[in-house]
């Protein structure tokens, strides 16, 4: 049974960090793919910021590159976002995803689970 339950969300000063947590999956490890997504407010639709492949392949979005580390703890089975210099445009829902596919992808419709969310606001 899969469940995505994001933790570690929070309010943060500019500048600062924060650790989301994403798990226990209850995925199999090597066989999906996973990645972290954000909705900001004043946008509909949820933008994808770091992403793994099921062999660990990591990508990120250039708006985070360099601050965000996507990392995942296989006997934990458990994924997180090191999210660091954070910044206010960074305010928003950040919500984890997987899918039973081995590349992930930056684009929302390419998962199947989802977790609930969890709020990350930075002032």
């Known amino acids: 049974h899969v469940q995505l339950v994001e933790s570690g969300g929070g309010s943060v000063q500019a500048g600062g960090s924060l650790r989301l947590s994403c798990g226990p999956t209850g995925l199999t490890s090597g066989t999906y793919c996973m990645g972290w997504f954000r909705r900001t407010p004043g946008k509909a639709a949820r933008e994808g910021i770091a992403v793994m492949d099921s062999d660990g392949t990591t990508r990120y979005a250039e708006s985070v590159k360099g601050r965000f580390t996507i990392s995942q703890d296989n006997a934990k089975n458990t994924l997180y976002l090191q999210m660091n210099s954070l910044k206010p445009e960074d305010t928003g829902v950040y919500y984890c995803?997987?899918?039973?596919?081995?590349?992930?992808?930056?684009?929302?419709?390419?998962?199947?689970?989802w977790g609930q969310g969890t709020q990350v606001t930075v002032s």
């Open positions: 995803a997987a899918d039973e596919t081995t590349i992930a992808t930056m684009w929302p419709g390419g998962y199947n689970y």
